[in-house]
């Protein structure tokens, strides 16, 4: 037996990535995102400092295709350096 679907796709689905403040890391998850889902994604996305300013929390909504499209994208946002987590 199979487990039902969770998510019907194509859907919007929202991915946070936590990352050491700077313009460096967020460069470089942005061009991912562009990569995966298109510039108009990176320029909508919102940020949020933490209270020392150490760190940021990025929210970006794609336009999921399916479940692969959102591995993929896992993947390559975890490999860069300065990510710490991807949710």
Partial sequence: ???????????D?????MLRAGAG???HV??????HAGAAVSAAA???PSAQ???SAVTY???????????ALFADLKEIDGVLMVL
């Fill in 1 to 11: 037996m199979t487990s039902p679907e969770l998510l019907t796709f194509p859907c």
């Fill in 13 to 17: 689905y929202p991915i946070k990535v």
């Fill in 25 to 27: 890391p967020r460069a």
């Fill in 30 to 35: 942005d061009a991912v995102m562009a990569r």
């Fill in 46 to 48: 919102t940020a949020r």
């Fill in 53 to 55: 300013g150490n760190f």
């Fill in 61 to 71: 909504t794609i336009r999921a295709r399916d479940p692969q499209h959102i591995a």
